[in-house]
């Protein structure tokens, strides 16, 4: 189990901060370029990118949370964390932490 388990951290890790980032990309630069400059051209490509990584984070966060015996609660509460910005590089450093600390025992 600690092998599977390892890998689900690996591939949340991953995705957490590949969600985190296209999250600060569509906030930051595809919504002020749609608004601002009147560019629709980052936002097409970017806001779609986004919502299938998002999709590949929740499955990764559910594989985590299943090998870890997470409660529901905090499989859903670790899964809104790719929605809010900033939020989904806190939760990794978290989740890593906790995931670590179970294998160690």
């Known amino acids: ?10 591939r949340y890790r991953v995705m957490a901060y590949v969600v985190g980032v296209m999250l600060l990309l569509l906030l930051l630069v595809a919504m002020p ?13 970017v806001g779609p990118l986004h919502g299938f990584l998002y999709a590949v984070y929740l499955l990764a966060t559910l594989s985590l949370g299943t090998k870890s015996l997470w409660t529901f609660r905090r499989t859903v509460a670790v899964m809104i ?25």
Not at 4 to 10: D, E, I, M, V, Y
Request: charged share 25%; proline share 2%.
């Open 1 to 10: 189990m600690d092998d599977k388990q390892r890998a689900a951290l690996t």
């Open 33 to 45: 370029l749609k608004y601002i400059a009147d560019s629709e051209a980052v936002i097409s490509v």
């Open 81 to 105: 964390g790719g929605t809010i910005p900033f939020l989904s590089f806190y939760l990794e450093r978290r989740v890593t932490r906790d995931v670590n600390a179970q294998l160690a025992v």
